[in-house]
């Protein structure tokens, strides 16, 4: 499944230089997808030494030709749309619909900084020394390092990628172990952009051989990340050594308020899908479910029914609308957590255990708590699962307080038909991003990142060059 690609170092695919190989394990039938190489010290390093050259020479390129370039890897990424879903679903279990959108999205971010690459703008500002004049120029921070995560093997790569491209950078990826094939087959994508050899390396493998000399390395000017709260906080320590830029996308534990006046059925039918795309773990699913008492009991039988509704499966198989958890430690963990609200006196209204129709697999029921408290872990914690954990409010001083009683500022969610609550509610959550009778915020376009514990920076729109560019003064007087 991971031939003919493997590591990617200086223009080329190659093994790992002991040959050492690792097994990537399926979430759905728990069996071996095939194994893949796991990178050495002397890999990181050859590929520290190939991003330096490549770095040379494409920052050497004008922006227009880097645009061109990265159009050309758009185009080459979705004449292997199929093939790519395809390899993310078998990775990660989610559905083979969810894994095209997620390929589609990745599309659109080469699209957009294609386009973002040839407005690098600097500008000319009045100096009071006569007959100068200052020049603010906007150059490559230089070498960037992309640390990803699973559960979006694809989008989180394109993220990083493509604006480090339009600014000129080289970078080095290092994705998750679980889902090393998707990033294989993006990097392979990368290849129609004629790249300089070295602009572009992966490495796959473990923090002593992958992450640590990559954080240690002087030459690494930039690095990026998607992943827990607690990975961002070391990342952030060893970062201080070498003075890096850092940006980071982080965990969440996104509220959703359903105020008295929200089009019930229209939330819940967008509420359900979004709740239990990807089995829950996205980083930007709402978790903590605050819903008016005059619509509580119609909102959970609502969000009961639709819930078992789903169907769970293998994401390749045709129909199937949620897929597993992507291993068992991570079943564990949720079963774990639905135990605990049990206890402190959750009810549950659907799911709370492991789907008994299969023999194999990390499946777990689509999960809607209700009585649901403040205090109790699923509420104080992000699940990162299949569950809707329910709770009731009065008033909008009240569920606001409630619902920025967290360290995670990622994205929050509220449903109203009034345009004066929206805006006030905009106004006090506080969070990186609010939907407001939508939940739509992840787009090329548009800023995407969190406050707080959930990280720093953004990915997306005019700000994600940014972290990928220095800004140079210059004055000049004649």
């Known amino acids: 499944m991971y031939q003919p690609y493997g590591l990617f170092i200086d223009g080329a695919w190659r093994p790992a230089s002991d040959a050492a190989r690792a097994p990537v394990f399926s979430p759905v039938s728990e069996k071996a997808l095939g194994e893949a190489p796991v990178a050495t010290l002397a890999d990181t390093e050859e590929a520290l030494e190939s991003a330096a050259r490549g770095l040379a020479a494409w920052r050497a390129r004008s922006a227009f030709e880097r645009a061109d370039a990265l159009h050309r890897i758009a185009d080459e990424m979705l004449r292997r749309q199929d093939e790519a879903a395809r390899m993310i679903s078998a990775e990660t279990g989610k559905p083979l619909a969810q894994s095209g959108r997620e390929w589609s999205l990745s599309v659109d971010q080469f699209r957009w900084f294609a386009e973002e690459a040839r407005r690098i ?90 992450y640590a000399p990559l954080m240690a390395s002087p030459a690494v000017r930039k690095v990026s990340l998607t992943g827990s709260t607690r990975v961002g906080q070391q990342m952030l320590r060893d970062a201080a050594d070498t003075i890096k830029k850092v940006s980071m996308e982080l965990g969440g534990n996104a509220p959703l308020i359903v105020f008295d006046d929200a089009d019930l059925e229209s939330a819940l039918d967008v509420a359900v899908p979004t709740k239990f795309a990807n089995a829950g773990q996205v980083c930007v699913t709402p978790d903590r479910f605050f819903v008016h008492e005059r619509l509580h009991d119609d909102f959970v039988a609502g969000f009961v029914a639709r819930a078992s509704a789903l169907t769970l499966g293998d994401g390749l198989d045709p129909g199937v609308q949620m897929g597993p958890l992507i291993n068992r430690r991570r079943l564990e963990e949720i079963e774990a957590i639905v135990a605990d609200a049990e206890r402190a006196g959750a009810k549950i209204a659907a799911g709370g255990r492991r789907a008994a129709q299969f023999n194999a697999g990390h499946f777990y029921e689509p999960t809607v708590l209700t009585e649901v408290e403040d205090g109790m872990k699923v509420f104080a914690e992000e699940n990162f699962g299949p569950i809707a954990a329910i709770s009731r409010f009065s008033s909008e001083d009240e569920v606001l307080e409630r619902a920025n009683a967290s360290d995670m500022g990622l994205s929050a969610y509220a449903f109203t038909r009034s345009p004066e609550r929206a805006r006030r509610v905009v106004a006090g959550l506080k969070s990186g991003m609010v939907g407001i009778n939508s939940f739509a915020l992840a787009a090329s376009e548009a800023p995407f990142g969190g406050t707080n514990h959930s990280g720093m920076g953004r990915e997306g729109g005019i700000e994600g060059i940014s972290d990928y560019l220095d800004t140079k003064l210059a004055q000049i007087v004649f």
């Not at 603010?136 to 070498?143: D, H, T």
Request: charged share 15%; with cysteine.
């Open 121 to 210: 703008y600097g500008r000319i500002v009045e100096s009071r020394v006569p007959g100068g004049r200052f020049e603010v120029l906007r150059e490559p921070v230089g070498i960037a390092a992309a640390f990803t995560a699973w559960n979006f093997p694809a989008a989180l790569i394109a993220r990083k990628v493509a604006p480090a491209l339009a600014a000129g950078c080289s970078i080095i990826v290092r994705p998750s172990s679980q889902t090393p094939g998707t990033a294989m087959v993006m990097v392979d994508c990368l290849r129609a952009g004629d790249l300089p050899a070295g602009v572009v390396n992966l490495v796959i493998g473990p923090t002593a051989t992958t």
